[in-house]
């Protein structure tokens, strides 16, 4: 199978570089070892860049000549071992593409293309709906010597997966949209920010947080009826939006600083509220401990600036007016769920992955209710470290139960307030 547009990595790679070489770990936990040469080319390979462009580069780093059929030859190896994908816009959302599986399997046995017997594979992934194994399949087919019916299963194929770059991903409750496909934006971004990332920059940093305290302390937080205005609150929700991007782009910017690559980043809606991702798996492979806890950091000290800007403006903005309103809303969501809540170790957020990485306990949450599990049961737990997952276990159920408690105080007080 040709590429249809320039290849791209998959975006749940982690590539881990040793020397000149790389070892890159595919999802499905093969690891393959690049020599310098096949790691020196896959670094050229951004998303954007077509073939001709690639083997341009290379050439000019190699002084040889480097073809981009020979390129194709790599890449479509690398494909066939689930390094690259066909689709141009990348899997962000894969029950979006597992649901087109069931329609691509109809229309080539109505087109006489699709034979089990002379195609188990490919049959298989299209009935489990595993769109990367179908893309791995119909490559696989399309090799050296393929045939006509082969040629036309494969675009087939990548015609069914194919995404514009820029398409919203829809599912239940969430519409998000991508900002970044390809590192060319995150790395002007990162150059213009490199200061943050020096001693003076991360202290000038620090303190202009620490300064919201003397804002604070000489603010008077306005009246219930001066937040709840159709003002206050639709710029409490732009305010909010803003939060959510800056402490996503703080993720991955650091993750880029120490060299990690994020190959998606993006911006959505979940339930009306405003909602940010960025792929981080590139720093799992961080031999550092605590360039991993500082990727995790860094998202709640961009909501911290993003707080001490807020505070700064509730401060100086005119008694009961719009801006107070939206800074009193913004001041008191960020800091209780992008604070808060955020570094909790208790729910799958920034503070939980920081302690699975303090306690080098991978899978940290199942394998902690797999323990509670089994000591319920009876059972022996068969972890080593079950006394440490036990208690983080019970901690975080008595959390949970807590949570929900005062939620239905809350409620229940908010409904007796309603009635009387």
């Known amino acids: 199978m040709r590429f249809a547009g320039p290849p791209r990595l998959r975006d749940d790679l982690v590539i881990r570089p040793e020397g ?17 040469g096949q790691w020196t080319i896959l670094q050229e390979v951004d998303g954007a860049r077509p073939l001709a462009e690639i083997a341009a580069r290379v050439s000019e780093r190699f002084e040889e000549e480097v ?54 594979e490919l049959s298989r992934a299209l009935e489990r709906g595993d769109p990367e194994a179908v ?16 040629r036309q299963i494969a675009s087939e194929v990548e015609a069914a997966f194919s995404v514009p770059p820029w ?23 990162h150059r213009a920010l490199r200061p943050l990332f020096t001693l003076p920059g991360a202290a000038a940093l620090a303190a202009f947080v620490a300064s919201a305290a003397w804002p604070l302390s000489r603010w008077t937080p306005p009246a219930v009826r001066e937040v709840l205005t159709p003002g206050a609150l639709a710029l409490s929700w732009l305010a909010a939006a803003l939060a959510v991007v800056v402490h996503e782009y703080a993720h991955a910017l650091t993750c880029r600083h120490f060299g990690g690559r994020v190959p998606s980043l ?16 590139a720093s799992h492979a961080f031999p550092e401990r605590w360039k991993r806890i500082a990727v995790l950091l860094a998202g709640s000290a961009g909501t911290a600036a993003v707080l001490a800007a807020a505070a700064w403006c509730a401060y100086l903005a005119p008694p009961g007016g719009v801006l107070a309103g939206a800074m009193a809303v913004t001041l008191t969501w960020q800091a209780l769920f992008g604070l808060v809540v955020n570094l909790l170790p208790f ?53 949970l139960a807590a949570a929900a408690a005062l939620c239905a105080t809350l409620i229940a007080r908010g409904l007796r307030s309603a009635a009387g």
Do not use: N
């Open 67 to 120: 073809t981009p059929e020979a390129l194709e030859a790599l890449f479509g190896e690398l494909r066939a071992r689930g390094v690259f994908t066909v689709l141009s816009g990348g899997v962000q959302e894969p029950a979006r593409f597992r649901r087109r599986c069931p329609a691509l399997a109809r229309r080539l046995r109505r087109r006489g293309l699709l034979d089990p017997s002379r195609d188990p």
């Open 167 to 189: 398409a919203p991903e829809l599912s239940f409750g969430r519409v998000t949209f991508p900002l970044l496909r390809h590192p060319r934006h995150l790395e002007a971004l």
């Open 135 to 150: 893309i791995r399949s119909a490559a696989a087919l399309a090799g050296p010597g393929a045939d006509a019916r082969a």
């Open 347 to 399: 729910v799958k957020l920034d503070g939980y992955f920081i302690l699975a990485e303090l306690l080098s306990i991978d899978h940290l949450w199942d394998r902690s209710f797999r323990v509670l599990r089994a000591r319920l049961a009876g059972r022996p737990p068969e972890d080593e470290r079950w006394r440490a997952l036990l208690a983080y276990a019970l901690c975080t159920v008595l959390f």
């Open 20 to 36: 000149g070489a790389a070892r890159v770990f595919t999802p499905t936990g093969e690891a393959l070892v690049l020599d310098e």
């Open 266 to 281: 993006g911006v959505g809606l979940l339930f009306g509220l405003p909602m940010a991702y960025s792929d981080l798996t």
